[in-house]
């Protein structure tokens, strides 16, 4: 019994992970690409900031029309 015991854990210790514990020393194409666009400027990037600003000015805008049409309720109900 002892002697499954001990193949047992030899067994287990010579698992290979299946995930890496170290980071690979070349990376990999993608991550080069990402690693080569950070801070960059990007067609993308200034449509993304683009369409943010117009979303949160739309945002104001709407915001502005409801407290006006809940200004004139309050006046009718008055």
């Known amino acids: 019994m002892p002697r499954h015991l001990i193949s047992d854990a030899h067994e287990w210790i010579n698992e290979i992970p299946t995930v890496p514990t170290c980071y690979l020393a070349k990376p990999q194409?993608?991550?080069?690409a990402w690693q080569n666009q950070r801070g960059k400027k990007t067609l993308l990037s200034f449509t993304l900031v683009g369409s943010l600003t117009g979303a949160v000015h739309l945002l104001k805008n709407n915001a502005d029309v409801q407290r006006q049409a809940q200004r004139e309720q309050?006046?009718?109900?008055d």
């Open 74 to 77: 309050k006046s009718r109900v």
């Open 29 to 32: 194409p993608r991550e080069r």
